[in-house]
C-alpha cells in the first residue's frame, strides 16, 4: 500500500531494507534528510547497524571502504562540495574494485554557492570508475538503492545512485516501500571475495609499476562495461518480484515515427513526459538511467530514425559545453544517419524547470539550426554588458 | 622437558630455559627499505608485539611503498593502503565493521609522521574522538621522506630538508616540532604514548599494553631515516638513542590526557651529541653567529623538555647508571 513519504525517508527505509552493517556520512544540504532518518531508524532499533557520524565527507567515504574492506555491506551519502571533498577517496574505491553504495543527492558546486539542484557534483567524478545511475522519481529511487547493491556486489564496483536535490529528496510523493521479506529474496547476504581477514591475510591497495598499471584499468573498464548487463538483469528481477521496470540503462516514451528527440537524465523526465503529453508534441523522450556505464549501443537503438536530438542537462563543462551532449554526439556519430545534437544546459543551480521548457525548446531549434552549445535559460539583461 | 613418573618430577635443560620464545613476525624481511632504515624496524618491532590477529591501515608513504611493490607483500597480516590522508578513517570503518560482525581482531593504523602530524591529522582527531577501538601508530621519522626529505611538522626546528635548506638567510626549518602528542593526549584517550625504535623492549611493551586497551590509542616510534638525517645505516640505533638521551625526544607516557610514565633520563647529553651526528644538523657548525644562536636555541628546547616532563633521573632507578629502558611511572606534569 502507498504511502505518502518525503524522498529523503523512502530512501532511508530502503538503505535499511539492504541490511548495510555500517553507515556512515556528514551532513550537507540537500542529503542530510536521508543520514538524519537512518540515525533515527537506528536510535528507535530498527535498523541494525553501525552509524559513524564522521568529521568530514573524505572520512565518510573512507569509512565505508574500510567497512566493506572489514567484511561488512556499507552505505554513505553526501552531495556538492561534499562529493568534491571525497573525490580522491572515490577514484580509489573504484580502482580497489569494491562493491559499496552512495546516494548523490544532485546539487550544484560553488562558486557561486548554491544549495540547490543540478548534477554538476556527480558529473564531475564522472570519470571516477563508479556505475552511475540517475533516478527520475522518487520511487525509481528506492528501488533502484536495492537494485545497486544487487549490481554492486555481482560486478564488485561501487555504485552511485543520483537523485536530484530538494527537487526529489525533499518532495513527497505517494510511495510503494517494499517489504523485508522481497528485499532479502531479492539480494541474498554477501561475501566479499577480498575480505581483510586474519586466518587468510592478503595485501590490498599496493604500489603498481608501469608494466601493470594499464591492466589494472583495463579489467576496471572492462568491468564497468560488464555491469550493463547486471544493470538490465537486476531491473528485470526487480520487476518481477515488484512489477516496475524502469527500461534498464535507458527509458524511452514518444512516437516511433517521431524525427526529434528530447533526452536527459534526472527528475527533467517527469517534466518533459507531462508536458509531452499536454502539448500533444511529437517528440520522443530518451531518459539515460545509467551514464555509467555509457550506454552506446542502447542509445543508438532508441535515437534511430531521429533527425534532430536536443540533450538537456543539469550540468556544464564551462569552455567546453555539454558534457552529456558531447558524449551523445560522440555516440551517434558512429550512426549512418547520425541527428543532428542540440546540446543545452538547463535548471542549473535549482533555476526551476517549467512544464513550458519542452515548447520552448522545440522552439529554439527552429530558430536556431546548427546551435551547438548554449545555456538555456540565461537572462542576459541580468548580467553587466562586457559578460553577455 | 621430561617428565619422571616416579618422583613426579619434571627436568628441563637450561638451554631450552634460554631460548628465546619464537616472535611473531608479521613484517616479513626482503623488503625494499634502504639499509637501516628506522621505520621497517619499528614497524616489525610493533608487529612482534601485536601478534596475527590484527588488521592493518596503512597510510601513503615509505612504509607502504617498500613492503608492497606488486605482486610483492612482505605483511603476513591483513593489511590495505589507501590514501595518504585517510588512514584513521579507513581504520574506524574497518573497526565498525568488526564490531558488527561480533567480532574481536584489533585495528591498527600505520603513517608517517606526514600522515599523521599533517595531512591525515584530521581523520586521526575524528577517529579518537568517536573512540574506536584503534592502535594508531607513527612512524615518525621527521620529513616527508618517501617524496625525497620535504619539511613535514614534525621537522625538528632548524633541521635542513631540501624545502627548508639553509643559506644567507635562513638555518634550516624557521619553525618547531609539533607536540603531536600531548594534542593527541588531549582528546582524552586511554593511552598515547611516545617511543623509540632505539628502546626496542620499551616499544614492545607499549604495543603490549596499547592492544590490550579497548579504545583508541596512540604511539609516536621515533624512526630515524640515515637518507633523511643524514647518519650511516648502522647509526640508526646510536642516533636515535641520542635523541632521548640528550632529552630533544621525550618518552612520555599519557593516560586520559595525564602525563603518567618518562623514560628517565641519569645524565643528560648535549644536544650537540645528537645533532653533529647528522647531516642535516651540519649547517649549525659553520662559523657564524646565527648558527650557534640556533645550537642554544635547541639545547634550551632539549632543557624545556626535560623540565616539562620531569625527564631528570630520580627516585627508583638511582642505581641504572645509564637510565635507560625503565619507564618511571607517576610521573608528574605541570605543562
Keep these: 500500500m502507498p504511502q505518502a513519504l518525503e524522498g529523503s525517508q523512502a530512501l532511508a527505509y530502503a538503505v535499511a531494507l539492504c541490511r548495510p552493517q555500517v553507515v556512515s556520512a556528514y551532513p550537507i544540504t540537500p542529503q542530510t534528510h ?14 541494525q547497524c553501525e552509524f559513524v557520524s564522521v568529521e568530514s565527507e573524505f572520512s565518510a567515504a573512507s569509512v565505508a571502504f574500510g567497512a566493506v574492506m572489514a567484511g561488512s555491506r556499507a552505505y554513505t551519502a553526501s552531495a556538492s562540495q561534499g562529493i ?116 587468510r591475510p592478503i595485501s590490498s591497495g599496493t604500489l603498481v609499476s608501469p608494466d601493470h598499471f594499464s591492466e589494472a584499468r583495463h579489467s576496471h573498464h572492462q568491468a564497468l562495461l560488464k555491469a550493463a548487463a547486471e544493470i538490465i538483469a537486476a531491473d528485470d528481477a526487480w520487476a518481477a518480484l515488484s512489477g516496475r521496470h524502469y527500461g534498464g540503462l535507458l527509458q524511452q516514451e514518444g512516437p516511433e515515427d517521431a524525427t526529434i528527440g528530447v533526452l536527459t537524465m534526472g527528475s527533467i523526465f517527469g517534466t518533459l513526459a507531462e508536458a509531452r503529453e499536454e502539448g500533444n508534441h511529437a517528440v520522443r523522450l530518451i531518459r539515460l538511467r545509467a551514464f555509467r556505464p555509457f550506454p552506446v549501443d542502447a542509445l543508438q537503438a532508441a535515437a534511430a530514425g531521429l533527425k534532430k536530438l536536443v540533450v538537456l542537462e543539469r550540468a556544464l563543462s564551462p569552455g567546453g559545453g555539454g558534457i552529456l551532449g558531447s558524449e551523445v554526439r560522440a555516440a551517434l556519430s558512429e550512426l549512418e544517419q547520425p541527428p543532428a545534437i542540440y546540446s543545452y544546459a538547463v535548471g542549473l543551480g535549482g533555476r526551476d524547470v517549467p512544464l513550458s521548457l519542452l515548447g520552448a525548446v522545440l522552439e529554439r531549434i527552429e530558430e536556431r539550426p546548427g546551435e551547438r552549445f548554449a545555456i538555456f535559460d540565461v537572462e542576459v539583461e541580468k548580467l553587466p554588458h562586457e559578460d553577455r | 622437558m621430561k617428565r619422571d613418573e616416579a618422583s613426579n618430577s619434571i627436568a628441563i635443560k637450561v638451554a631450552e630455559l634460554r631460548r628465546r620464545p619464537h616472535r611473531f613476525q608479521g613484517l616479513a624481511s626482503g623488503h625494499r627499505a634502504c639499509l637501516g632504515c628506522g621505520e621497517a624496524l619499528a614497524a616489525r618491532l610493533v608487529m612482534e608485539a601485536a601478534g596475527p590477529d590484527v588488521m592493518i591501515a596503512n597510510a601513503t608513504g615509505c612504509l607502504e611503498i617498500f613492503t608492497t611493490p606488486w605482486p610483492e607483500s612482505a605483511w603476513r597480516v591483513p593489511w590495505m593502503h589507501s590514501l595518504f590522508e585517510n588512514a584513521g578513517a579507513i581504520a574506524a570503518g574497518m573497526e565498525a565493521a568488526l564490531k558488527a560482525q561480533g567480532k574481536t581482531t584489533k585495528v591498527l593504523s600505520f603513517a608517517g609522521d606526514g600522515g599523521t602530524f599533517d595531512i591525515g591529522f584530521q581523520s586521526l582527531s575524528g577517529m579518537m574522538e568517536r573512540g574506536h577501538n584503534v592502535l594508531y601508530v607513527c612512524y615518525d621519522n621527521e620529513a616527508y621522506m618517501n617524496t625525497g626529505i620535504q619539511r613535514s611538522s614534525s621537522t625538528p626546528h632548524a633541521a635542513m630538508t631540501t624545502t627548508s635548506p639553509p643559506g644567507a638567510e635562513r638555518m634550516g626549518k624557521r619553525h618547531l616540532k609539533k607536540d603531536i602528542v600531548s594534542i593527541v593526549a588531549a582528546h582524552h584517550i586511554p593511552y598515547a604514548a611516545t617511543t623509540s625504535v632505539a628502546f626496542p623492549t620499551d616499544l614492545r611493551k607499549k604495543v603490549r599494553r596499547a592492544m590490550e586497551i579497548e579504545g583508541p590509542t596512540f ?21 636515535g638513542r641520542l635523541a ?58 632539549a632543557d624545556h623538555n626535560i623540565a616539562t616532563f620531569g625527564l631528570a633521573g630520580q627516585g627508583v632507578d638511582r642505581h641504572d647508571s645509564s637510565g635507560i629502558n625503565r619507564v618511571q611511572r607517576e610521573g608528574v606534569r605541570s605543562a
Aim: negative net charge; aromatic residues 8%; hydrophobic residues 40%.
Design chain 2, 244 to 301: 632521548v638521551e640528550t632529552g630533544l625526544f621525550p618518552i612520555i607516557e599519557l593516560e586520559r590526557g595525564q602525563l603518567t610514565g618518562v623514560l628517565p633520563i641519569r645524565e643528560p647529553k648535549p644536544v650537540i651529541d645528537y645533532l653533529k651526528a647528522q647531516g642535516r644538523f651540519r649547517h649549525l657548525f659553520q662559523d657564524h653567529y646565527k648558527a650557534r644562536e640556533e645550537l642554544e636555541h635547541l639545547q634550551a628546547l
Design chain 2, 219 to 239: 604511539l609516536q616510534i621515533h624512526s630515524p631515516c640515515p637518507l633523511g638525517w643524514g647518519t650511516e645505516g648502522e647509526e640508526s640505533i646510536a642516533v
Design chain 1, 84 to 199: 568534491l571533498l571525497m573525490a580522491e577517496v572515490l577514484y580509489n574505491i573504484a580502482g580497489t574494485r569494491v562493491p559499496l553504495v552512495m546516494t548523490c543527492a544532485n546539487r550544484a558546486v560553488s562558486a557561486p554557492l548554491s544549495i540547490w539542484n543540478d548534477q554538476q557534483d556527480s558529473m564531475a567524478v564522472r570519470d571516477a570508475g563508479w556505475i552511475q545511475l540517475y533516478c527520475a522519481d522518487n520511487q525509481e529511487a528506492v528501488d533502484t538503492t536495492i537494485q545497486a547493491y544487487l549490481i554492486s556486489e555481482r560486478c564488485e564496483l561501487p555504485v552511485m545512485v543520483c537523485v536530484d536535490g530538494f527537487t526529489l529528496t525533499h518532495t513527497l510523493e505517494p510511495l510503494e516501500i517494499p517489504s523485508q521479506e522481497q528485499v532479502d529474496g531479492f539480494l541474498p547476504p554477501y561475501h566479499f571475495a577480498r575480505t581483510l581477514d586474519p586466518a
Design chain 1, 34 to 47: 536521508i543520514v538524519e532518518n537512518i540515525s533515527k531508524l537506528v536510535a528507535d532499533g530498527k535498523f
